[in-house]
């Protein structure tokens, strides 16, 4: 029988990620499916508060706790992680492919004569576990499995609702944990130098400004200061996140007009990010293949366009508008402005 | 600064991002079609570890870089025609199968052994770099498995920005959520790093540093050890493309105006 | 090797700072020619890799340093699926087994049709219209089919029984790996030279271009000032179009009565072909007729399910509207293609033009520190319309000529080149294929009935008979008036053209009654999705824009704006102010531009330039 344990840790406010909570409702029901037994493991300075929201969910409670756990670090957490798992005698571990545990769970799952297998987007099979994964950068879709133990999987954070209850008192044991020699120390989080706070994980809209932005407008000029201000505007009128095409990025480095508040952080598609949001709209992009494998898990997607051939044309949004995109964006800050009025 | 640094940079090929891809089942599992004859590029984001490697190494006397890939000889050797032009480093190829569909738990076992074998490799100045995910598998595994198998218990991933001290220790910028970076402090090497873009744009080509480069580069690829990956118990159910294609409604005549209201009402929408 | 700083710049504003390195051989260009070039260098190394001949003059106690520059980001980005006799490939090669480099295969099977016109939109002269329609009459009895005449055998001159259907693009990586893995040479992709370095009357080396660079040359981010390779000799193999040998073209000369006429520009595709497909490997097509009465075709088919299938558009169609793209999009159309075609998907796509103008557009072919080889050294043979094998056999007959000479101990001069080089090429079959076919083509100038006679002509005769003709420069070529068009109609369709933001060459050909393309996403694809899904053509940035236009003013009252209708990849698009303008990364680096500006006959000097520049095709099944 396999024995599952969902490897959870807390945001700095001491509760559950959302990606933990995530995975807490995706391990429940594997185990459920499988008839397996179910261990919650969490990494957090103090478990307690963090422990009563996954407690209704019934399962054996497990924790590592203390200051070395407040940050985010190699050593530290892959001990946690170990010991946890060790704890748990699992054969399958569940995690979320955060930043956090996609750092150390390699290492762990190595340190346990393990297999681990990263940016899950489901998790099927009937009596076996089946895992579905993106390969080269989301072209090809593949579904495996594995014999070896502990299999490590991480799934991608929107594969499962998160877990709700109402909480419950938890009765959690209290894992301990020998840590090596620390060399490393977490100084803190540091956001873009600019200030301007573009990527916003949780926004339901991802806008994407694609090179045309930059690129000589009708009257033969670049117009980037203009830009710059429409898209910083809608950002901020319609609460989204701002993705860039490679091309755009790339310019940095080139001697052209940029929009300063773009990073590589910003970059989507094949060498960039695989945002998930409800709904996208592309900008002044063509929609070349290595840039929309980045759009993978964009639900509705829409794209203002000159070019009537662009990409998006194909298959590959859901509404194009064949228009200046400086244009429209003027009106439409200008209708979000008034509706916030 | 007093650091000299042993950079190892792990770096596969993966197919020049613009290629049509199209998955094939073979007798040895999945693979993509006409992989061999799709020209071939450095896997970006190990490129941008390569590119910091060599800054790294300039800004500090007496390093050096090594440049371990395993892959088809063939595809190295039209890889490095593109690479070696840009950074010195001493290739240390190993001839073996490459591709997304390759297991990074034996890739990883095969790069760690040739890692520790490297002559004149001094481990506590190791500095053990490359991509923080592939092109090809995507993963983000294989660097922090190498770590491990080499001991290496400070590892970072999704590096943007490392900037040594008169110490020896070092300040690490990798992406975590949200747009934002994590900074940490580490005492100094060993330590694994898995980069992201980082800050570096892509080297110009210098005729000059791809000749030295390439007298060491041909005769280690002429030797360059074939490598069998073992990958127990791994099985791959399907491959596929995806389906995904969406009706697109072209809107060639709206006006501004139009497109506008017709947009805001959309973003409202739940 | 040595290397130095060269601190003056002539004509330079400012002295810029140029790396400079010594090598004894620098080579502009890796295509078959270079290929022949390297292979016979490096076997003959091989051999005895302490031959004291093959010791460096400037590396002492090294081997000899051989550089190889080539201007696309990949050794495999050629441009074309071929048929060749093979001839000089299989004596570098006799063991040749053709399935050790992808998507080769041994020709099987020819046929030579002549395409009617079922779309009825074909410029056909009044004869033409007449002999097709005895042919339609005919058609049961002459078997017609498909609205095709398959000709009952396929002229000698023609026929390439015994030769190999080739990807160029796989064919130059296989030979590539080969040399390369010698250790003698070493061959730099995304490297392109932008001049030679001429001393006198004699070439010292080349000049690599400057990176990081904005797109009018000025020094940007990351500025990395071109490199001097300075070399006792340059081979240059830079194509029809390549900087190294247009420029030796421009300071040194060609020889007298000698000019480049007439050219072509090939597009094509790389086809998938339907999984129920009938076509067998090695089946090769000529075909004439359609979509011009001008225009020639071709379809070969590639092992696994490949077929490469496309079109030569001649300079002698003369007509400002002559879109490629277009035409090859009606060209897989035609029924006696589509039926083999329709289902297939695209893998690949490419364009390039070529040199069509023989032996009368052979330049010097050797000079003090230099030696041309391939098709810029007009090795291509226009009757038989075969260029890889001669190209490739060029380059054999300078590597044959080095060696010779470094086993002299003699330099690499002019006289020494025309000892070895030029003899061996003289005495070659590649020079009596060239005879035979300096004229053949001739009869083309009064119309393709008279030009299909005046090939057979020298075809069968062995160049012996020949029709003659007075050819104009290739800019003329293209200045001939809108066929058929008044000036208003003209004027409305301009107007309609560019508020659809269409080009107006497109519009023209539909006002001809050629049908609009119904995009299936398949092969029937817009040209930007060509140059996406075929091409995968992309160009890294750091590099000037290689296509400039000297004089705009020129531009503005040019009508037929020929740039922008034959431009490859659209990279030359009617800008907002009326001008062409130039997008780099979609350029394919066909050079059609170059030929085909009819403004160039208004200037002292081409009005267009196309430099050396990087990026193009990424593709490798070309």
């Known amino acids: ?341 | 600064m007093g650091n000299a640094l042993h950079v190892v940079v792990c770096a596969g090929t993966v197919p020049d991002p613009l290629q049509t891809l199209e998955p094939i089942t073979g007798p040895n599992g999945p693979g993509v079609k006409n992989e061999m004859m799709l020209p071939a590029v450095l896997d970006p984001w190990a490129a941008s570890a390569l590119y910091e490697a060599a800054n790294l190494v300039a800004r500090n006397p007496g390093s050096k870089v090594w440049l371990v890939s395993l892959g088809s000889k063939a595809k190295l050797q039209q890889v490095m025609m593109a690479v070696a032009q840009k950074v010195s480093f001493e290739l240390v190829p190993i001839d073996g199968p490459i591709g997304g569909f390759t297991d990074a738990h034996a890739t990883a076992a095969v790069l760690a052994e040739a890692i520790a074998a490297l002559p004149g490799l001094n481990r506590e100045r190791l500095l053990l770099f490359g991509g923080w995910e592939s092109a090809t598998r995507g993963a983000g595994v294989t660097l922090q498995l190498v770590g491990e198998r080499l001991g290496i218990i400070d590892q970072f991933q999704g590096v943007d920005q490392i900037e040594f001290r008169e110490d020896g220790s070092f300040e690490v910028l990798e992406r975590v959520e949200g747009g934002k970076h994590q900074a940490s402090v580490c005492m100094g090497t060993p330590a694994v790093l898995g980069w992201a873009t980082g800050n570096l744009a892509e080297p110009r080509n210098n005729p000059q540093t791809g000749m030295a480069n390439m007298r060491t580069i041909m005769p280690a690829l002429q030797k360059a050890k074939p490598a069998a990956l073992q990958a127990d118990g791994l099985h791959y159910i399907s491959v596929a493309l995806p389906k995904q294609h969406r009706t697109t409604r072209i809107e060639k005549d709206m006006t501004p105006d139009a497109i506008a209201r017709e947009l805001v009402e959309w973003i409202g929408a739940e | 090797m040595s290397s130095g700083m060269n601190m003056k710049e002539a004509g330079a504003a400012e002295p810029i700072e140029r790396m400079t390195m010594e090598v004894d051989i620098a080579c502009a260009g890796f295509g078959p020619a270079m290929g022949g070039f390297l292979t016979t260098l490096t076997r003959a190394w091989n051999e005895n890799p302490t031959d004291p001949a093959f010791e460096s003059k400037t590396a002492p106690g090294m081997p000899l340093q051989v550089l190889c520059y080539e201007r696309a980001d990949d050794l495999s980005a050629g441009v074309s699926g071929v048929v060749t006799r093979a001839k000089g490939i299989r004596a570098s090669f006799p063991e040749l087994n053709p399935a050790e480099i992808p998507m080769a295969v041994e020709v099987q099977k020819e046929r030579v049709l002549y395409l009617l016109d079922p779309v009825g939109a074909s410029r056909r002269s009044f004869t033409l219209r007449a002999a097709d329609a005895v042919l339609r009459r005919l058609g049961r009895t002459l078997g017609i089919r498909d609205h095709a005449f398959e000709l009952p055998w396929t002229p000698g001159f023609l026929h390439k029984q015994g030769g190999l259907v080739l990807s160029i693009g796989q064919f130059n990586q296989w030979v590539g790996a080969q040399v390369m893995a010698s250790g003698l040479v070493q061959i730099w992709p995304g490297t392109p030279v932008s001049q030679p370095l001429i001393a006198g009357k004699a070439v010292k080396g080349v000049r690599l271009a400057d990176q990081g660079v904005d797109k009018y040359g000025m020094p940007a981010d990351g500025f990395m000032a071109g490199m001097d390779v300075r070399a006792r000799l340059t081979v240059v193999g830079d194509g029809p179009v390549g900087a190294v040998g247009r420029a030796i073209d421009e300071q040194l000369g060609v020889p007298e009565g000698h000019a480049r006429l007439e050219w072509a520009l090939g597009m094509k595709m790389v086809i998938e072909l339907p999984e129920n497909s009938e076509l067998e490997p090695g089946t090769v097509w000529h075909t004439f007729g359609f979509p011009e009465p001008e225009i020639f075709g071709f379809l070969y088919v590639h092992p696994e399910r490949l077929a490469s299938v496309g079109i030569f558009v001649p300079s002698w169609l003369g007509d400002p509207s002559r879109t490629a793209y277009r035409y090859l999009q009606h060209y897989i159309q035609h029924p006696a293609l589509w039926r083999h075609l329709k289902d297939g998907n695209l893998r690949s796509w490419g364009a390039k033009s070529l040199d069509e103008s023989g032996r009368i557009g052979e330049p010097f072919l050797s000079g003090d520190g230099f030696a041309r080889i391939g098709e810029g050294s007009g090795s291509t043979n226009m009757l038989t319309g075969s260029g890889v094998d001669e190209a490739w056999t060029t380059g054999v007959q300078l590597g044959e000529a080095v060696i010779e000479l470094l086993r002299d101990g003699k330099p690499f001069s002019k006289e020494s080149l025309a000892a070895t080089y030029e003899t061996r090429r003289r005495a070659s079959w590649v020079e009596r294929g060239a005879r035979e076919a300096e004229n053949a083509r001739n009869g083309f100038r009064g119309g393709t009935v008279k030009g299909v006679i005046g090939m057979a002509l020298a075809g069968l005769t062995g160049g012996r008979l020949s029709l003659r003709a007075k050819i104009p420069p290739p800019q003329k070529h293209s200045a001939s008036p809108i066929a058929g068009l008044n000036p208003k109609k003209l004027a409305t369709l301009a107007q309609a053209a560019l508020a659809g933001g269409r080009p107006l060459h497109d519009a023209l050909l539909s006002a001809r009654g050629w049908p609009e393309i119904e995009f299936d996403g398949r092969l029937l694809v817009t040209q930007q999705d060509a140059l996406l899904m075929g091409g995968k053509v992309q160009a890294l940035p750091g590099f000037a824009d290689h296509v400039t236009f000297h004089d705009t003013q020129l531009c503005a009252t040019c009508i037929q704006k020929t740039c922008i209708s034959m431009c490859s990849g659209q990279a030359i698009k009617l800008g907002a102010d009326g001008l062409p303008a130039f997008e780099r990364e979609k350029c394919v680096h066909c050079g059609a531009c170059l030929w085909n500006c009819i403004q160039t006959g208004q200037s002292s000097r081409a009005h267009i330039d196309f430099r050396a520049g990087a990026g193009g095709l990424h593709s490798a099944e070309n």
């Not at chain 1, 499988?34 to 929201?53: E, F």
């Not at chain 1, 100084?187 to 806008?207: C, M, V």
């Not at chain 1, 407008?217 to 898209?231: F, N, W």
């Not at chain 1, 901020?236 to 080139?254: E, P, T």
């Open chain 1, 1 to 341: 029988m396999e024995s599952i344990l969902a490897l959870t840790h807390v945001d700095e406010s001491g509760s559950l990620t959302k990606a933990s909570l995530e995975i807490v409702t995706a391990a429940a029901e594997l185990a459920s499916r499988l008839g397996a037994s179910l261990t919650m493991g969490i990494v957090a300075p103090d478990a307690k508060t963090a422990a009563t929201t996954p407690a209704p969910a019934g399962a054996r409670l497990l924790a590592v706790t203390g200051e070395a756990f407040a940050q985010a670090r190699y050593a530290s957490d892959a001990a946690a992680c170990e010991a946890l798992c060790r704890a748990a005698q699992a054969t399958i571990v569940l995690a979320p492919t955060g930043s956090r545990f996609a750092r150390v769970l390699a290492g762990v799952a190595y340190r346990l004569g393990g297999v681990i297998d990263t940016h899950l987007t489901a998790i099927g099979g009937a009596e076996s576990v089946e895992a579905t994964r993106w390969f080269y950068r989301q072209r090809i879709e593949g579904i495996l499995s594995r014999e070896a133990r502990p299999w490590f999987l991480l799934l991608e954070a929107g594969t499962h609702a998160a877990f709700t209850a109402d909480s419950a008192d938890a009765q959690v044991e209290q894992v301990p944990v020998e840590l090596p020699a620390l060399r490393t120390t977490v100084s803190g989080l540091r956001a873009p130098a600019q200030g301007a706070q573009t990527i916003r994980p949780d926004a339901k809209l991802l806008f994407v400004a694609g090179a045309g932005w930059t690129k000589k407008q009708s009257d033969g000029k670049v117009h980037a200061a203009e830009a710059g201000e429409l898209i910083l505007g809608f950002l901020r009128l319609a609460g989204a996140s701002l993705g860039s095409s490679k091309s755009l990025v790339d310019q940095g480095g080139d001697g052209q007009p940029v929009l300063p508040f773009l990073t590589h952080m910003n970059q989507i598609g094949q060498t960039g990010a695989t945002p998930r949001h409800a709904k996208g709209l592309s900008t002044c992009c063509h929609g070349e293949e290595p840039h929309v494998v980045g759009w993978r898990f964009i639900g509705e997607r829409r794209a203002i366009s000159l070019d009537p051939n662009c990409g998006w044309t194909r298959g590959k949004a859901d509404v194009v508008y064949v228009a200046d995109a400086f244009e429209v964006m003027a009106k439409l800050n200008g209708l979000l402005d008034a509706h916030k009025g």
